[in-house]
């Protein structure tokens, strides 16, 4: 996925949201988080490109590993609960919790995520894309998948046009 990831963010914490009593300062955090969480798994770009010298796909490294992501969620979890977090710092942690899971789902769809991880090194896939043009971003761009990532665009768009009319 190229351009869905922060969009598709939008719309899951837009969905949370709707209907929630919280503040409008709450809100704006809350969405800031939400999408912060939705991209945050391809900060390990910064390390595949910056120190890796690129020699494994940066869908292998623990940020994509989804499985990785459930000891720092219980951990997050058993700690609310001791400080007897309220109801809006949990839906903060659900926003987050399904932001990143949003990611994995949506890099699935070309990229290859392996889900069992540590248990297996086997990538799930919907579909593969060929190299078949130069530059390589065009084999992405001209793939089936990217209407899906339009899709998605065109989606947030609507509901953040809706959103601002409503505050009208």
Known sequence: MFIAHLPAGYLVTDALLRGRRVSEAARRRLLAAGLLASVAPDFDLLYFYLLSDRQRVHHEYLPHLPLAWVPVFAAAAVVLAAIRAGHTTW???????????????????AGGIQWLWPFSRAEFVVAHVEARYHPWFLNFVLHWTFALELLIVALAAWRVAIGRRAAR
């Open 91 to 109: 839906l903060g942690l659900a926003i987050i919790a399904l932001n990143l899971l949003g990611h994995l789902v949506l890099d699935t769809t």
